[in-house]
């Protein structure tokens, strides 16, 4: 069974730091492009960090640029998501998602991805 299982989330102050990690089982996921979206209470999915499958190269939305990593660790079929600086607008649901095959302009959105986590909380208070 393919599973995308994520931990890490938790309550923060507004300046924080989590790490958010993926742990993928099933088949490996080295040769896939990893994601990481959210969705606040009323909000749609939103992507926030990718990692490209061919060239390792990292995409990221605006509104993270500079606080959030993503990483990738082969050994492990796992992918981390390090938030720095955390605001409370950051707060939402985050996901762990997986494309075996996808096209840069789907990678901004949930659609392009075909495995999903089940979403941990991120709650950052002011």
């Known amino acids: 069974q393919v599973q995308l299982v994520e931990s890490g989330g938790g309550l923060v102050q507004t300046g924080g730091s989590l790490r958010l990690s993926c742990a993928a089982s099933?088949?490996?996921?080295?040769?896939?492009?990893m994601g990481w979206l959210r969705q606040a209470p009323g909000k749609e999915r939103e992507f926030v960090a990718a990692?490209?499958?061919?060239?390792?190269?990292?995409y990221y939305a605006d509104s993270v640029k500079g606080r959030f990593t993503i990483s990738r660790d082969s050994a492990k079929n796992s992918v981390y998501l390090q938030m720095n600086d955390l605001k409370p607008e950051d707060t939402a649901v985050y996901y762990c998602?997986?494309?075996?095959?996808?096209?840069?302009?789907?990678?901004?959105?949930?659609?392009?991805?075909?495995?999903w986590g089940q979403g941990t909380q991120v709650t950052v208070s002011s």
């Open positions: 998602a997986a494309a075996p095959t996808i096209i840069l302009s789907n990678l901004f959105n949930a659609r392009g991805y075909g495995y």
């Open positions: 099933g088949r490996t996921f080295n040769r896939d492009t």
């Open positions: 990692l490209w499958r061919n060239t390792g190269k990292t």
